[in-house]
C-alpha cells in the first residue's frame, strides 16, 4: 500500500512558476521510482517527468527545460519545480510510484502494483 498526497497546484500568470509536492507514504518493505504525469481537460494523462532512487531523470519532450523533479528521501518528498509555465500547461497535475527495473524483472509480486495520488490543478493564464 502506498499513499500519495500532492500540494502546490494553483493559478499564475504565463511566465509563472510553482512547485509541485508529492507526499510519499510506503506502507511496507517495498521500494518505487516516482512520476508525474498531467491531464488536460478532455485529454488523456501524458507523462510529464521521472526519477529513479539514484537520481536519475527523464522528461517529456515538451518540458523544454522548464520543470525539474527532485526527491527528498529524508522528507519522503518528491517535487516537480515548474518555470515558465504556459497555458497549455494548464492541467491536473498527478504524481504515481513507478517500478523500479529490478522489480519488473524479478518482482515480488506485491511490489507489482503502481499508485496514484489524486492530484493537483495547475491553470496557466494570459
Known amino acids: 500500500q502506498v499513499e500519495l498526497v500532492e500540494s502546490g497546484g494553483g493559478s499564475v500568470l504565463t511566465g509563472g512558476s510553482l512547485t509541485l509536492s508529492c507526499a510519499v507514504k510506503v506502507l511496507s518493505d517495498c521500494t518505487y521510482d516516482m512520476g508525474w504525469y498531467r491531464q488536460a481537460p478532455g485529454k488523456g494523462r501524458t507523462f510529464v517527468a521521472y526519477?529513479?532512487?539514484?537520481?536519475?531523470?527523464r522528461y517529456a519532450d515538451f518540458v523544454q527545460g522548464r520543470f525539474t523533479i527532485s526527491e527528498d528521501t529524508a522528507r519522503n518528498v518528491v517535487s516537480l519545480q515548474m518555470n515558465n509555465l504556459k497555458p497549455e500547461d494548464t492541467a491536473m497535475y498527478y504524481c504515481k510510484t513507478e517500478l523500479p527495473l529490478e522489480v519488473i524483472r524479478n518482482g515480488p509480486p506485491k511490489c507489482e502494483q503502481n499508485y496514484w495520488g489524486r492530484g493537483t490543478q495547475v491553470t496557466v493564464s494570459n
Open positions: 526519477i529513479d532512487k539514484q537520481g536519475n531523470t
